[in-house]
Nanobody, 128 residues
Framework: QLRIVESGGGLVQPGRSLRLSCTASGLNLDDYHIGWFRQAPGKEREAEAILCISKEVRSKEYADSVKGRFTISRDDAKNTVTLQMNSLKPEDTGTYYC???????????????????WGQGTQVIVSS
């Protein structure tokens, strides 16, 4: 049974860091492009991933809002994808979702419509 689980969310002060993890059962994450999405309180989930990492060449795409602050990486041995968030801002508050795209394109595509399976999300609150 396919299952995607995010973890690592919590309350953090502005300027601090937080690391989120995406793990999976029933599938190998290295067979998929992986995207991290965000949904701010009271808003729709963003239509594009804030970051994604491709499945073979490991290329990465970033939204401008997180460029230079967030990074994404894979650990194939642990079947895990990590989202490292640094210099957090209050506007980073939201629920963070991990999603997978089995597409055969060479690079990951940040559009939400590309992603077939989603986790339940983990909440991040950035507040002093």
């Amino acid at each position: 049974q396919l299952r995607i689980v995010e973890s690592g969310g919590g309350l953090v002060q502005p300027g601090r860091s937080l690391r989120l993890s995406c793990t999976a059962s029933g599938l190998n994450l290295d067979d998929y492009h992986i995207g991290w999405f965000r949904q701010a309180p009271g808003k729709e989930r963003e239509a594009e991933a804030i970051l994604c990492i491709s499945k073979e060449v490991r290329s990465k795409e970033y939204a401008d809002s997180v460029k230079g602050r967030f990074t994404i990486s894979r650990d194939d041995a642990k079947n895990t994808v990590t989202l490292q968030m640094n210099s957090l801002k209050p506007e980073d508050t939201g629920t963070y979702y991990c999603a997978v795209d089995r597409g055969f394109q060479f690079f990951c595509n940040r559009a939400a419509s590309r992603f077939e399976n989603w986790g339940q999300g983990t909440q991040v609150i950035v507040s002093s």
